[in-house]
């Protein structure tokens, strides 16, 4: 095992941003990253289902929940979804539920908490819209870089080959 994001900084301190934002892990896969794709939502999570049932090798969507803690925006059946559309991983400012099923898959997880409870399903929400999280624009197409050490946005794909 290697940690991605301090190798990363070594080799790319200028073409990195990292949030602020202590997110926890929930999937079997610590360490991963991809070209981004985001969803806005707010305690709804129909867009979420909806883009995860899209192809998504070599990529990692970025939900953009508010914050809030009250529901969960991704659940085991929506999570297995993803990992049979080939999504390289999910982050979620907000929550997610079915955590022992979610440490089972192979697909990087990291959200804020867990909620058991389900989001109300009205469609609400934006698919690939620009993100202002932590005061850092994630912009659809941007990559991020994900392991145990935070979550990193940089413009660019990185080559990985100098760490890896």
């Known amino acids: 095992m290697y ?13 990195l941003s990292l949030l602020s934002i202590n997110f926890k ?5 610590k360490i991963f990253w991809g070209e981004i794709a985001t969803v806005k ?44 559309n080939g999504w390289e991983g999910i982050i979620i400012n907000g929550c997610v539920r079915d955590v022992g099923v979610l440490s089972q898959l192979d697909i990087g997880i990291k959200a804020l908490g867990a909620n058991p409870i389900k989001t109300e399903k009205l469609d609400v ?20 870089y994900s392991d145990d050490n935070g979550v990193a946005i940089s413009d660019e794909k990185l080559d990985l080959s100098v760490i890896l």
């Not at 892990?25 to 896969?29: A, L, P, T, V």
């Not at 929400?125 to 991020?144: H, K, R």
């Open 3 to 15: 940690d991605l994001l301090p190798d990363l900084y070594d080799n790319y301190p200028n073409e």
């Open 25 to 29: 892990q929930y999937g079997e896969r």
């Open 41 to 84: 939502c707010f305690e709804d999570n129909s867009k979420v289902k909806q883009i995860l049932s899209t192809d998504g090798k070599g990529k990692v969507l970025f939900v953009d929940g508010g914050a809030s803690l009250n529901r969960a925006l991704l659940g085991d059946m929506i999570a297995m979804n993803a990992v049979e």
């Open 125 to 144: 929400g934006e698919i690939n819209p620009e993100l202002n999280v932590s005061n850092i624009i994630i912009v659809p197409g941007m990559m991020v």
